[in-house]
């Protein structure tokens, strides 16, 4: 997937990056060693693909629990 634009200012300057990720969800902290996303540098949103949701859920608490309908 290939994102050029955000989706929050429409500024062109979308890049995708790849650094450490740290989410939090209910007062726990995850961390995602090394995640690719797209960064927006003019308003600092962050735009996740499929791939990045997917590795996002993997490593989430939030999704922890296995059988909540993810088939493979
Ligand atoms: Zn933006």
């Known amino acids: 997937m290939r994102i050029t634009v955000c989706p929050s200012c429409g500024s062109s300057k979308v890049k995708k ?9 209910q007062g726990h902290v995850y961390i995602i060693p090394s995640l690719e996303f797209h960064e927006c540098p003019d308003c600092g949103e962050r735009i996740y693909d499929r791939d990045a949701m997917r590795k996002i859920e993997a490593h989430s608490p939030a999704f ?4 909540s309908g993810v088939k493979s």
């Open 17 to 25: 990056v790849r650094r450490k990720w740290t989410g939090e969800f």
């Open 64 to 67: 922890s629990a296995h059988g």
